[in-house]
T-cell receptor, first 113, second 110 residues
């Protein structure tokens, strides 16, 4: 099973809302990632968790707050977002941090109104 | 920092071969990858090549690596309409993280 699942598939939220994106994998991978992808652009790395600890934060604004409750789950908590944060948010996982095979989920399409 | 470049668009006829090219600047790249992204979907890892190899074949896919020129290519034989997508090359090197290319949109016409 090489599946990474993400919920919800689509999310529309106002600038004052608080919402969360969820990601799950059952491949026993110990590294999980959040990427942001704008239209017609490549994914941009946001956060990396390795063995459930935050390893990399690519200078992401604090209105994005990641959480790794256990080795299979990764959340991204959203609060006070801006319209320019509208994008496809992709979760990925790999055996180890930046080990050669990263498996991506289908993404959550976020629209901030 | 590392830079990975691709041409933006490629159009081929169904049944022909497609060749998607990629150039990178990081001479310490260890692994190089090809990902496929269909509209509204996540990224699917198609294949990867280790930097000490110069070719890898996997069914209809052939990856060629010219390390001297820092050039990577993906050849898709007998291209089908289902191959229409955006293709990203990516590499891991000095910074360890995955650095993506700009993406090439492949259009397959009948």
């Amino acid at each position: 099973d090489t599946e990474v699942t993400q919920t919800p598939k689509h999310l529309v939220m106002g600038m004052t809302n608080k919402k969360s994106l969820k990601c799950e994998q059952h491949m026993g991978h110990r590294a999980m990632y959040w990427y942001k992808q704008k239209a017609k652009k490549p994914p941009e790395l946001m956060f990396v968790y390795s063995y459930e600890k935050l390893s990399i934060n690519e200078s992401v604004p604090s209105r994005f707050s990641p959480e790794c409750p256990n080795s299979s789950l990764l959340n991204l908590h959203l609060h006070a977002l801006q319209p320019e944060d509208s994008a496809l948010y992709l979760c990925a996982s790999s055996q180890g941090e930046f080990s050669y095979e990263q498996y991506f989920g289908p993404g959550t399409r976020l629209t901030v109104t | 920092g590392e830079d990975v470049e691709q041409s933006l668009f490629l159009s081929v006829r169904e049944g022909d071969s497609s060749v998607i090219n990629c150039t990178y600047t990081d001479s310490s790249s260890t692994y190089l990858y090809w990902y496929k992204q269909e509209p509204g979907a996540g990224l699917q890892l198609l294949t990867y090549i280790f930097s000490n190899m110069d070719m890898k074949q996997d069914q209809r896919l052939t990856v060629l690596l010219n390390k001297k020129d820092k050039h990577l290519s993906l050849r898709i034989a007998d291209t089908q309409t289902g191959d229409s997508a955006i293709y990203f090359c990516a590499e891991t090197g000095t910074a360890s993280k995955l650095t993506f290319g700009t993406g090439t949109r492949l259009q397959v016409t009948l």
